[in-house]
């Protein structure tokens, strides 16, 4: 099968890819926009990168159209939050437009799996359920993927794509990109620093393994029956929220790092959930995808080899 993900220079994307080219021909659209190929050479020998803005669609009808791909994997977005509040232009010209872009490309009959995410759900209590989880976004990035997802199915109608939208939670794990919680605080400590700076610990947070995110976009990608015009909507998490401050002690067991923590303000967001979290149960009956890795073994794999960007890493040298 001919595959394209988007995105594919990211952490979740170059994992994806790693498991989709031992028996797939992938070709991977990204615009670098977060520093260099991080693909090793033995990846750059089996995927063909194509250096494309999904938010130019001449680049991007060109790009499809000379693969002809029989599945697109849609990871490429502007996802860091304070960086969607203070360029929400960026953020909702990359998340909408560049999303529309992929779209109308598409040959018809072509599987579409959109990233979505976790944030699209109303702030609640519980897990969210795809079926009865209420749609209010609160910020930037969560309006724009909810924006996303409609034209992902106004897409499936009109193309005859069969779409899945997947609303990924928290990833964990090395090789990330942007200075989110957990890559900070790693960027800290291996810096040498006994401080660590944090906003709020009181939130709970769906934490999933970078590997199972993964898994999760290739088994919905290749697996399920999904027809032609067809959307379905699933989860992708772990059902299994932990407080920052319950990572924080994690981290500090497995990292035997001894660290204070300070608070800071400039971290901590004017509005934020109490609990963010995903019923997984509807990716499982569809898909078969169960995640096998836990929290520990997310947090001991980022210790042992963070691999963050290395603007991350120079911030605190």
């Known amino acids: 099968m001919r595959i394209i993900v988007t995105g594919g220079n990211g952490y979740v994307g170059r994992e994806l890819c790693r498991l989709l080219y031992k028996q797939h021909e992938v070709a991977v659209i ?44 849609h990871l490429a977005a502007v996802h860091y939050i304070p960086e969607c509040e203070t360029n929400p232009s960026l953020a909702v010209m990359t998340n909408v437009v560049g999303t529309l872009n992929m779209l109308n490309a598409c040959p018809p009959g072509c599987r579409f799996v959109y990233a979505s995410s976790g944030a699209v759900y109303k702030p609640d209590v519980k897990p969210h359920h795809e079926d009865t989880a209420t749609l209010e976004p609160t910020d930037i990035y969560g309006f724009s993927k909810l924006q996303g997802e409609q034209y992902v199915r106004h897409f499936a109608r009109t193309r005859n794509l069969g779409a899945v939208i997947v609303r990924l939670f928290n990833v964990v794990g090395p090789g990330e990109t942007n200075p989110h919680l957990l890559p900070e605080i790693v960027a800290q400590l291996k810096a040498g620093r006994t401080k660590v700076h944090l906003g709020s610990l009181w939130p709970r947070r769906d934490y999933i393994h970078v590997m199972d995110a993964a898994r999760g976009f ?40 001894q660290f204070t923590l300070e608070e800071d303000l400039a971290r901590i967001r004017k509005v934020d959930r109490p609990l963010l979290a995903a019923d997984n149960r509807l990716i499982q009956k569809i898909f078969g995808w169960r995640a096998a890795h836990t929290i520990d073994d997310a947090l001991a794999d980022l210790w042992k080899d963070p691999d963050l960007a290395d603007n991350l890493m120079a911030k605190y040298q």
């Open 30 to 73: 990204d615009t670098l926009r977060y520093g260099r190929n991080r693909f090793t050479a033995e990846d750059g020998s089996r995927v063909r990168f194509l250096k494309t803005d999904i938010n130019d669609a001449a680049a991007v009808g060109e790009a499809i159209a000379g693969f002809q791909p029989q599945a697109v994997i």
């Open 218 to 257: 290739s088994d919905t990608a290749l697996h399920g029956s999904v027809l032609p015009g067809e959307v379905v909507t699933v989860n992708l998490g772990t059902s299994a929220p932990y407080s920052v401050a319950e990572i924080v002690k994690k981290l500090r067991d497995i990292s035997g790092s």
